[in-house]
């Protein structure tokens, strides 16, 4: 497993954007498919997005798909998910993971894949 840490999140209003970041620390995001899940009040934890450790493939949930955006910036050592069009069900608490520690057994969808996992930020859209 690898250290994943978080930033961004935050409130907005219906229609509005948010974007959050993860990085690994010590680690390149390179070397590693990263993830964005959700988990809302009384949900399981859900699946949002993905990118392969090639970064040539990039998946997303059929909610998230034409308003965020999953992308890796190997400058910056970060993943980033650009969320636009926010929806109040979109409200839950997002998390970044990392393959280590995973399974590429499993599909890029399935938390089974990822073995190590951010802090959680909470997202909070308002109607």
């Known amino acids: 497993q690898v250290p994943v840490v978080q930033f961004g999140g935050g409130l907005v209003q219906a229609g509005g954007s948010l974007r959050l970041s993860c990085a690994l620390s010590?680690?390149?995001?390179?070397?590693?498919?990263m993830g964005w899940f959700r988990q809302a009040p009384g949900k399981e934890r859900e699946f949002v997005a993905a990118?392969?450790?090639?970064?040539?493939?990039?998946y997303y949930s059929y909610s998230a798909k034409g308003r965020f955006t999953i992308s890796r910036d190997n400058v910056k050592n970060m993943v980033d998910l650009q969320m636009n069009s926010l929806k109040p069900e979109d409200t839950a608490i997002y998390y970044c993971?990392?393959?280590?520690?995973?399974?590429?057994?499993?599909?890029?969808?399935?938390?089974?894949?990822?073995?190590?996992w951010g802090q959680g930020t909470q997202v909070t859209v308002s109607s």
């Open positions: 990118v392969s450790r090639s970064g040539d493939n990039s």
């Open positions: 993971a990392a393959e280590p520690g995973g399974s590429d057994h499993y599909s890029y969808n399935s938390a089974r894949r990822f073995g190590s």
């Open positions: 010590g680690h390149t995001v390179r070397a590693y498919a």
